[in-house]
């Protein structure tokens, strides 16, 4: 069977605090904003991000039900992030002030990989 889809458009993230979390997207990880809406009927802001093809959407909720992690529930595990060179993006990550967890191998591909997390807690992953 072929498949039906070429990519993927956008991946969507909703954030308990929208200031703290557009710091840490476009000025930590250095994502660039493509838009910025303020959404009146809901009350919040959708921040559109470039990230390679694809778009990162950010939604601004009011309290939104906390992230379930432990254990993990079904739905979004983590987003992962390709990088040529892991320790690198690690040591950038850590003079930018993101804790990283140590770099290990994937068993499955043989690449680098390693997790830090963003301001609600949602776990990204850096792999080469």
Known sequence: MDCLFDRVHH???IVSDYPKSKHFYTEILGLPILRETWRPERQDWKLDLKLGDCELEIFGENNPPARVNRPEACGLRHLAFY?????????ELEKRGVSCEPIRTDPLTGGKMTFFFDPDGLPLELHE
């Open 11 to 13: 991946v969507a993230l």
């Open 83 to 91: 990088v040529e060179d892991v320790q690198a993006a690690v040591d």
